[in-house]
């Protein structure tokens, strides 16, 4: 039988290429929901293409705008798309109990509370958010647990971990350290003191990975993989000391599991998120996913190296925020959502993001969270310090 599938977030890179991987597979999945915030065009050509029931723009206009085009098309099964709006909206569409598997591709916190409802409602959640995990860590988890959920990593990285732990039965007995690849991003060689004059165009010009604006600026920055070594520490329960991050360029190794016994396992691929994806949505069974195998007799060098603190420094702020714990998680992640938007608006220099969380964690107090609610206080608190910090003149050109 068909698998029903929603995807929050199905007009942005990881959405796209769900949608990709689900197309090569008519008679595994059916898509029934879709939701994004305004991109109306690519979400009119996905209605078209894949006809789910229901869309979700966040932004109302944007519903709007999609109704009237839905109700100028022929085709009856187009003009009966059910378009909602609003954010309980995104929530309210993947708690849908006939749904099977929800795929949370919304970025930043945006997404946290329809990714939590896709994991209250106990379906197979394929976790590509990871903004939603970092911010509400043990409450994310714990939530889990009592749904039932089955969480799922669509990051290439905890999906390369969760691949190589495979079915580890005592995990922190027996792994001496998961080892968390990185590419190190576009200005890996840069000299030091040209990083302050980098453009958003240039910081969103990735070597390996062709992705949403945000990441991109995150991975320039490392604070994809600070936030990645947020995420890996709760999802795989593992402690900061246990996770080490490695510099490899070549975006092949996607991740590794160092065993007690002197095993390393690795997962390797060409770096194309249909991979991670088809592993997902198959799991426990294996897909095609369209992606080329490695050709391994073209294989250049492929090195590994330890991170530049001093040209990473998100990356240091990321590690301290896991070590202090409680709120401090939340904190970064809110300071650096505001801090790329000012870099990618022109208002703050490349190197002024990492000012600017330094300067909001700096700033608040860190409790340990007791609800959901703390996390959205925290988030939207940490986000008004954040944007003052940058009227005030951090981190601006
Ligand atoms: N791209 C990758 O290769 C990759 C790899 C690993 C993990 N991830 C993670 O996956 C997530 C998505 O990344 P991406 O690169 O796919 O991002 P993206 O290309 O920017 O797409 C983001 C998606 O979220 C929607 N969205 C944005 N703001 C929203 C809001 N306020 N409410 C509801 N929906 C909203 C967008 O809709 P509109 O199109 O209408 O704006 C779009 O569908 C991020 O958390 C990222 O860290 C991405």
Request: hydrophobic letters at 40%; proline letters at 5%.
């Amino acid at each position: 039988m068909n698998q029903q599938v929603a995807i929050l977030g199905s007009t942005g890179s990881i959405g796209q290429s769900t949608l990709d991987v689900i197309a090569r597979h008519p008679d595994k999945y059916q898509v029934k929901v879709l939701t994004a915030n305004s991109n109306i065009e690519t979400m009119l050509s996905q209605c078209i293409q894949f006809q789910p029931n229901k869309v979700v723009m966040a932004d109302p206009q944007s519903a709007e705008k999609l109704k009237v085009e839905l109700s100028q098309h022929q085709s009856r099964t187009l003009s009966e798309i059910i378009v909602t709006s609003g954010s309980n909206e995104l929530a309210n569409a993947v708690s849908d109990e006939q749904l099977d598997i929800v795929v949370a591709a919304i970025v930043g916190a945006a997404g946290l509370l329809p990714t939590l409802a896709a994991v209250e409602a106990g379906h197979r959640v394929l976790l590509a958010n990871k903004e939603a995990l970092v911010m509400s860590g043990e409450i994310f988890m714990q939530s889990v647990q009592r749904s039932g959920a089955t969480l799922l990593p669509v990051d290439s990285e905890h999906n390369a971990i969760f691949q190589c732990l495979a079915d580890t039965k005592e995990p922190l007995k027996v792994i001496d350290k998961i080892l968390l690849t990185g590419s190190g991003g576009p200005f890996r060689a840069l000299p030091i003191e040209q990083l302050e004059y980098v453009t958003p165009e240039q910081a969103c010009a990735h070597p390996n990975w062709d992705m949403g604006k945000k990441i991109s600026v995150d991975s320039a920055t490392m604070m994809n993989k600070g936030l990645e070594l947020i995420e890996a520490s709760f999802m795989f329960q593992m402690p900061a000391d246990k996770i080490q991050i490695v510099v490899h360029p070549q975006s092949i190794v996607h991740s590794m599991v160092s065993y007690v016994d002197g095993s390393v396992l690795a997962q390797m691929g060409n770096p194309d998120m249909r991979t991670p994806i088809a592993h997902c949505l198959a799991w426990p069974d294996r897909i095609d996913a369209g992606v080329e195998s490695l050709d391994f007799y073209k294989l250049q060098n492929l090195t590994f190296d330890q991170p530049d603190y001093q040209r990473f420094p998100c990356l240091k702020l990321a590690e301290e925020a896991l070590r202090i714990g409680g709120t401090a998680p939340c904190i970064i992640n809110a300071a650096n959502e505001i801090a790329v938007a000012a870099f990618l608006a022109g208002e703050i220099r490349f190197t002024g993001i990492a000012e600017v969380i330094r300067e909001t964690l700096g700033q608040i107090e860190i409790i340990e969270p007791k609800s959901l609610d703390d996390v959205i206080k925290t988030n939207d608190y940490a986000r008004q310090v954040a944007s003052k910090q940058i009227e005030n003149g951090t981190g601006n050109l």
